[in-house]
């Protein structure tokens, strides 16, 4: 049974950035293989990783609907329209040397994403088996875990910014974490972004009223902000950059 590990919180937080990270990290230390899901409509955990996709299940299905819509029936002869479905969503797994990642991305128009997240989530389901590790990256916020695109999550690590009021959300997000029947076994807390002068106590005081579990307090860092804007992929930092070599310190001690 593969280890389900989920980022979460609030928006630009840096859940992408550790996500990526997260995924180099296990790879580095043989934990693989490794299944790399973004589940971000607006899909960028592959420009962290440094990795080319071509399709989504959301670009797949928007090319079907168009196809359907055209009377230009693409489904050949002797396959039920499900069985072409499931054929085609296949595509939406881009496959490395060290981890697959499969990419939700959005259809077009307005409308909700319940039909994008009902693909993922059974795709998710059909390749769970294949894999030691699913890491899964979200949109801020904790809409897809309680609309149940995850059937069953090991460990939710919840990133926030160094401030109380941040510290508070991520708080709302772990007691919803907690409510929903997930099994996540451990739930943890990463600040991020945190000044030189280190987190307050006042941020500190929070954390605990929240009873939420600090895994680690990461700095705000440069050499990373300037690669990002460069389009650098961040994963891809070298092992001696601060941020790195910190966040690799606190998963050490995450027993993952
Ligand atoms: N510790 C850090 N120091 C400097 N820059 C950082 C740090 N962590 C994240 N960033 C930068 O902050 C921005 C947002 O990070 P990221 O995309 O990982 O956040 P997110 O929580 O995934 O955002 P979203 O909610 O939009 O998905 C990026 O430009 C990233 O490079
Ligand atoms: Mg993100």
Known sequence: MAKTIALAGKGGVGKTTICGML???????????I??????ANENLNEVLGMEIEDTLG?????????ELAKNNPIPLGMTKQEYAEMKFADALSEGDDYDLLVMGRTQGKGCYCFVNGILS???AKYAGNYKYIVVDNEAGMEHISRGVLPRVDTVIIVSDCSRRGVMTAGRIYDLAKELDLGAKEIKLIINRAPASGASETVLETVK??????????????ELF?????GKPT???PKE??????????FDSMNL
């Open 122 to 124: 059974s795709q998710v």
């Open 241 to 250: 950059n601060h941020f790195k070599a910190e966040l690799y310190k606190l």
């Open 209 to 222: 009223e929240c009873g939420m579990d600090l895994a680690g307090i990461l700095p705000h860092d440069e």
């Open 35 to 40: 299944l790399a899901v973004d589940a971000d």
């Open 235 to 237: 994963a891809e930092l």
């Open 226 to 230: 300037e690669y990002d804007g460069e």
């Open 59 to 67: 670009s797949i299905r928007e090319e079907m609907a168009q196809a």
């Open 23 to 33: 995924i180099k990290y296990l790879a580095e230390h043989n934990k693989k293989p």
